[in-house]
């Protein structure tokens, strides 16, 4: 059985077909996606089927230009609140952030296609699609 997480490694697989090609004029931007799984349970055959349409998708994004760099949270965790307290990490309503997954788009718009395209929103993840901002300057 593969994990959700284990699931991530396999998105910067050889290439496929192409979709959601980024044109060659428009400059690329980067991208993160935060998944959080939810409570819900896979049963072995949505294990699989996941696995292979994460797999198709990941070529088919690295094939359009995206260059896939997952990265994946381990379940073990330590949480510090603003008073320094802290404890594990808590487990919200949308679920727990289990992967990120940074890449290249031209736009917002088209990271939120990317994004809504992973096979993992119709297994009961959630996405947060975000672009990178350079840090504030210092005065």
Request: hydrophobic share 45%; proline share 9%; aromatic share 8%.
């Amino acid at each position: 059985m593969i994990s959700f997480l284990a699931l991530f490694a396999l998105t910067t697989l050889a290439p496929g077909a192409a979709s959601l090609a980024p044109t060659e004029s428009a400059p690329m931007k980067s991208f993160v996606i935060l998944f959080r799984q939810g409570h819900r349970q896979l049963t072995e055959t949505e294990l699989k089927s996941r696995t292979e349409e994460t797999r198709a998708w990941a070529r088919q994004q690295n094939d359009a230009g995206h260059k896939l760099d997952p990265h994946i949270l381990a379940p073990e965790g330590q949480w510090i609140g603003p008073d320094g307290t802290g404890g594990p990490v808590p487990a919200t309503d949308a679920g727990t952030v289990t992967a990120l997954l940074f890449f290249e788009a031209r736009d917002l718009a088209q990271a939120v296609e990317v994004a809504r395209a992973h096979p993992a929103v119709r297994y009961g993840a959630s996405v947060e699609v975000r672009p990178w901002a350079p840090p504030a300057a210092v005065r």
